[in-house]
C-alpha cells in the first residue's frame, strides 16, 4: 500500500513539476504537489545536505509551489527563482539527456556550475557522471523538444 501511494506521489509531483501548461492544464492554477517532493531548493547551494521545507514559508514559481525552511531562505529564492529551480523542471538529467522523463529523487542531486540537476537513482547518476558535460548538452537540446509533452507519451 506505500508503495502505490509512493507512485501516486511521484505521479501527482511529475504533473506538477513540468508546469501546468506543460501538463495541458489551465496556467492560472497552482499545484498543491510541491517542487523537488519538498525539499528547499535553496538549501541545496547551503550545505551538505539539502532540506525539507514547510508549508509555512511557501512561494511559487510557473504555477508550481516550492517549500522553504525559513523566511530567509524563501526570499532568496523568489529574488532569483531561475537560479534555485532544479533543472529541467525536477526531472531525472540523464532521462532528459535520452530524451525522457523520469522523477527526479531529491537525494540523488549535484550542483554543476551553479544549477541544481536531479537524478533518478545513484545507478544512473553514475552513468551521468561519466560525462556530465555531455549529458547537460544533450539535456538542454532535448529539453525544448519535450518540455511540453507528458512523461508517459515519451
Known amino acids: ?24 492544464g489551465d496556467p492560472s492554477i497552482t499545484h498543491s504537489a510541491p517542487a ?9 547551494h547551503q550545505g551538505e545536505k539539502p532540506q525539507r521545507g514547510n508549508g509555512n514559508h511557501v512561494a511559487e514559481f510557473e504555477g508550481v509551489p516550492y517549500l522553504f525552511v525559513d523566511e530567509a531562505n524563501r526570499k532568496a529564492f523568489e529574488r532569483d527563482p ?13 532521462g532528459v539527456s ?9 537525494d540523488v542531486w549535484k550542483i554543476v556550475d551553479g544549477r541544481l540537476y536531479l537524478n533518478l537513482d545513484t545507478r544512473v547518476q553514475e ?26 507519451e515519451l
Open 1 to 24: 500500500m506505500n508503495r502505490i501511494l509512493s507512485l501516486f506521489s511521484l505521479a501527482s509531483l511529475a504533473m506538477a513539476a513540468s508546469g501546468p501548461a506543460a501538463a495541458g
Open 36 to 44: 523537488v517532493q519538498g525539499y528547499d531548493v535553496v538549501s541545496y
Open 82 to 94: 531561475a537560479r534555485y529551480a532544479p533543472a529541467y523542471g525536477g526531472f531525472c538529467a540523464y
Open 98 to 106: 535520452v530524451g525522457k522523463k523520469f522523477i527526479g529523487d531529491p
Open 127 to 152: 552513468s551521468w557522471a561519466k560525462d556530465i558535460p555531455g549529458h547537460i548538452r544533450r539535456a538542454d537540446a532535448r529539453w525544448k523538444q519535450i518540455a511540453a509533452t507528458p512523461p508517459g
